[in-house]
């Protein structure tokens, strides 16, 4: 099946160093990435669409400076938090659609990245 | 706005018997799909079975089957012959499309007495 793979899938860093998430779809191109944080024990937030070739759609509240994505390629897009706090710290995970899947294929999910800002 | 509402923040259940996990949800479309997500400790998410709003019949997936009332705006989880594998944290959500962006609920931590 479709497999998407994110890195690192833990990383830690001090507070006001920058960190790059990367989510790569291994076997598919995917035209549409999404990006979601999740705090302990709470649901998956969607933070913004990545759509290949193109600039990220944010949901409100997400600071588009602060969570830089970038999805130059059909099988690439990354998170970069800039200026890392300790609040920051969460963890961060993406899904990516298949381009060349029936419209009605679901999305497929990368293991996540754990951020811990200290 | 959609909003997908699963109100219990915990359950449990007895290895082998049947649980059934609530989930309600708002939106204004008349197409859309709904899901369940299972994330273990792992914290993976997986797709446990899916609903398109425009089918009456309501999914099943093995153990694994839901109750869609449309007009009451309601998408129940049912566990049957539960695992121990099963404990984890479900996810209730909801899409506009099949692979469009996803709206959670908060979710409900699942666990399974042996």
């Known amino acids: 099946g479709a497999v998407v793979s994110q890195h690192p899938s833990r990383v830690i860093c001090k507070s006001g160093t920058s960190v790059k998430i990367e989510c790569r779809s291994l076997?598919?191109?995917?035209?549409?990435m999404f990006w979601y944080r999740q705090f302990p024990k709470q649901s998956l937030m969607l933070m913004a669409t990545?759509?290949?070739?193109?600039?990220?759609?944010?949901e409100q509240g997400v600071e588009k400076d602060k969570f830089l994505i970038n999805h130059a390629s059909l099988t690439l897009s990354t998170l970069t938090v800039t200026s890392a706090h300790p609040e920051d710290s969460s963890f961060y995970i993406c899904?990516?659609?298949?381009?060349?899947?029936?419209?009605?294929?679901?999305?497929?999910f990368g293991n996540g990245t754990r951020l811990t800002v200290t | 706005a959609q909003t997908v509402t699963q109100s219990q923040p915990e359950m449990s259940v007895q290895e082998a018997e049947t649980v059934t996990l609530s989930c309600t949800y708002d939106?204004?479309?008349?197409?859309?799909?709904l899901f369940w997500y299972k994330q273990p400790p792992s914290r993976q998410m997986i797709l446990v079975i899916r609903?398109?709003?425009?089918?009456?019949q309501n999914a099943t997936e093995n153990r694994f089957s839901v109750n869609f009332q449309k007009a009451a705006k309601s998408f129940s989880l049912k566990i049957s012959d539960s695992q121990l594998g099963d404990a984890a944290m479900y996810f209730c959500?909801?899409?506009?499309?099949?692979?469009?962006?996803?709206?959670f609920g908060k979710g409900i931590t699942l666990s399974v007495r042996p």
């Open positions: 899904s990516a659609r298949d381009g060349g899947s029936p419209v009605n294929s679901p999305l497929h």
């Open positions: 076997d598919f191109q995917a035209t549409t």
């Open positions: 990545s759509n290949e070739g193109s600039k990220a759609t944010y």
């Open positions: 939106t204004s479309e008349s197409d859309y799909y």
């Open positions: 609903q398109e709003a425009y089918k009456q």
């Open positions: 959500a909801y899409a506009t499309g099949a692979n469009s962006k996803l709206t």
